[in-house]
């Protein structure tokens, strides 16, 4: 196990995945190889029964024994395999988010330009459609954010109750490496709440001045007529 957990460690997404497949295809062969021994076995002891074989030489004992001995390490090969295979899912579910959180910063950084720049109109309609645009942006924002971070938070939950500890890389583990782009991502999603609140109180600024200038519009025409 502690060999397969230096290769995780060191393979990217895709290194990954063709090691589970490996490893699928190495369970199968094996556990395939053990139970064609097992059913050759149980079929000879079998046809040594039916004959009464008279165990002089101890040999039906022997294959009683053997029978055993194999079922027993099959038993053994499933649970070392479906621990391999665990380990190896984990660390798989780890580079994903490593990939998403790294997708997502990088949208979080377009649509931090974005916000800094503020679109503002002097008619009424356009304005309240800036404010819906803008209200709709940040929405996708949320949710795009709370996807990543809930996705990241179950993966921390599973390293944390996995009963042992995984590298990420060669120097931080698993855990340790989740944090951080959690911390990260929330840290980048404080940052733009506040950027789109300042985008938001000038969009209304702008809706407010519009309806202002359509009221004194409105109290001119009165006045003239």
């Known amino acids: 196990v502690s060999t397969d957990e230096t290769m995780l ?17 190495q369970q199968d062969n094996t556990l395939k190889g053990c139970m064609q021994t097992i059913a050759q076995g149980e079929a000879l002891l079998q046809e040594m029964r039916s004959l009464e074989y008279s165990d002089t030489t101890g040999s039906l004992s022997a294959l009683e024994a053997s029978l055993e001995k194999l079922s027993k390490q099959k038993v053994e090969l499933e649970e070392l395999w479906s621990a391999r295979k665990f ?6 579910r780890l580079r994903y988010f490593e990939r998403d959180s790294m997708e997502l910063s990088s949208q979080l950084e377009i649509w931090s330009e974005e916000l800094q720049h503020a679109d503002l ?40 109750s996995a009963g042992f500890i995984s590298m990420a890389d060669a120097t ?54």
């Open 9 to 25: 460690s060191q393979e990217n997404l895709e290194g990954i995945e063709r090691l589970l497949q490996q490893y699928r295809e």
């Open 87 to 92: 380990r190896a899912d984990l660390i798989l």
């Open 121 to 160: 109109s002097r008619d009424y309609q356009k304005a309240e459609q800036l404010i819906r645009m803008h209200n709709e942006s940040v929405s996708d924002i949320q949710n795009a954010t709370y996807e990543v971070l809930e996705q990241g938070q179950e993966l921390l939950q599973l390293f944390e």
């Open 172 to 225: 931080h583990t698993a855990q340790a490496r989740i944090e951080y782009l959690l911390n990260f991502l929330r840290e980048r999603e404080i940052d733009l709440e506040e950027l789109s609140e300042a985008k938001r109180a000038k969009l209304e600024q702008a809706v407010q001045l519009c309806q202002f200038q359509n009221d004194a519009n409105q109290v001119i025409s009165w006045i003239r007529n």
